[in-house]
């Protein structure tokens, strides 16, 4: 069966960090585009970054460049978020997405269960 | 950065009757077109993709049309698992991917 599962969310205070991970199984991991998406509570959709099969390259949302770093580990089939200077507006449940195999298949076609951050002090 | 826009933002149907959603872009992403389906508490499943292919297991009471600027995702009878809250997307000249802000079916 394929599956992500995300981890790594939690309470923070403003200004601090956090990482959070995305275990991938049942395909072939390092074929695919893999995301995160967020979404605020009570809010809709926010893609946040994105990253090639081979890590060469990587996006991010104007929102979270800078603070915000992608990357992932093909042996083990893990997705990572590094987030650091968080502020309270970066609260939301993030997802992890698997993208398409080719740059333009931009559609997410599996996600995990998500992981909340909450940034409060 | 491409603004995607849904209407109307609440759409009361009854069970069995056709729902017609709406997605409007800001300029032209040709057919590079998603809908997501996200029921409360759940996580968003992926229902179309590329304006009107349907995903891995959607009933074919699911269908989506259009391209260009202006697309919709019709339910032809809907079930009462159907009622969710559906988001499009637009995945044409990403990054950035972008979301328009969702349709919330309800049951009328």
């Known amino acids: 069966e394929e599956q992500l599962v995300e981890s790594g969310g939690g309470l923070v205070q403003p200004g601090r960090s956090l990482r959070l991970s995305c275990a991938a199984s049942g395909f072939t991991f390092r074929d695919y585009v893999m995301s995160w998406v967020r979404q605020a509570p009570g809010k809709g959709l926010e893609w946040v970054s994105s990253?090639?099969?081979?890590?060469?390259?990587?996006y991010y949302a104007d929102s979270v460049k800078g603070r915000f770093t992608i990357s992932r580990d093909n042996s083990k089939n893990m997705l990572y978020l590094q987030v650091n200077s968080l502020r309270a507006e970066d609260t939301a449940v993030y997802y992890c997405?698997?993208?398409?195999?080719?740059?333009?298949?931009?559609?997410?076609?599996?996600w995990g269960q998500g992981t909340l951050v909450s940034v409060s002090s | 950065e491409i603004v995607m826009t849904q209407s109307p933002a609440t759409l009361s149907v009854s069970p069995g009757e056709r729902a017609t959603l709406s997605c409007r872009a800001s300029?032209?992403?040709?057919?590079?077109l998603a809908w997501y389906q996200q029921k409360p508490g759940q996580t968003p499943r992926l229902l179309i993709y590329?304006?009107?292919t349907r995903a891995t297991g959607v009933p074919d009471r699911f269908s989506g049309r259009g391209s260009g600027t202006d697309f919709t995702l019709t339910i032809s009878s809907l079930q009462s698992e159907d009622f969710a809250v559906y988001y499009c997307?637009?995945?044409?000249?990403?990054?950035?991917?972008?979301f328009g802000g969702g349709t919330k079916v309800e049951i009328k």
């Open positions: 590329g304006a009107s």
């Open positions: 300029q032209s992403v040709s057919s590079s």
């Open positions: 997405a698997r993208t398409g195999r080719n740059p333009w298949e931009g559609w997410l076609d599996l």
């Open positions: 997307g637009q995945y044409n000249n990403w990054p950035p991917l972008t």
């Open positions: 990253i090639s099969g081979s890590s060469l390259s990587t």
